[in-house]
């Protein structure tokens, strides 16, 4: 009989790691106010976040003690693409009219959307630690690892296809040019924010 405590306890968890709002997080609720490539894009953000779950349910979660080199390069090359990333953020939102001529249809392709989040996702330190290390060492009290994985990973679909395809119900506030400088600068922020704790350790 299946165990509820368990999936409910890899759901909440999950949930509550990943519901903070970051950098992949912002970009997610971007697209989705521009409603672009917004299927495949929570499509990859929730399969990644679940493949990263099952790595570290299956044992995988001491993978920064086997590699000493994986954590200070993913640590760097994260901070500097959350650099040049908030640079651009910075620069819509300067100039304003960028960001709205996006949000009629003229943004990025497929192509950028998706190797944009894979950076997001892939080179960002905190996710192996919250999501591998984390997630996996909490799995390893419970008698049913695999039920865990689960509930952690429908957490993730959950969540990003709620933010990816919710995102559009502030559509009238963002018809608004100011609304997109503001959101812009918001994110260049968060990105610069993001890239100096990475390099200080904070």
Do not use: K
């Not at 990859?44 to 001491?62: K, M, P, Q």
């Amino acid at each position: 009989m299946m165990d509820m405590t368990t999936l409910f306890a890899g759901f909440g968890l999950s949930l509550s790691l990943i519901v903070a709002i970051g950098a992949q997080n912002a970009f997610v609720l971007r697209q989705g106010l521009l409603r672009q490539h917004v299927l495949p894009l929570v499509l990859f953000c929730a399969c990644s976040d679940a493949l990263l779950i099952n790595v570290g349910v299956a044992g995988f979660g001491n993978l920064a003690e086997a590699l000493p080199w994986f954590e200070p390069v993913m640590r760097y090359g994260g901070a500097a693409f959350l650099i040049v990333y908030g640079a651009r953020s910075a620069q819509s939102a300067w100039r304003g009219g960028a960001a709205l001529e996006q949000g009629e249809g003229q943004g990025m392709s497929l192509r950028a959307t998706l190797l944009t989040c894979m950076l997001f996702t892939w080179a960002n330190p905190h996710v192996y630690l919250d999501t591998v290390v984390l997630l996996g060492s909490i799995a390893a009290q419970y008698e049913d690892r695999t039920l865990f994985a689960i509930g952690a990973s429908a957490a993730s679909f959950v969540f990003f296809f709620s933010l990816g395809y919710g995102a559009r119900l502030l559509g009238p506030l963002f018809a608004r040019p100011r609304a997109w400088q503001v959101l812009d600068a918001g994110i260049a922020l968060l990105m610069w924010f993001i890239a100096y704790t990475l390099l200080t350790g904070g």
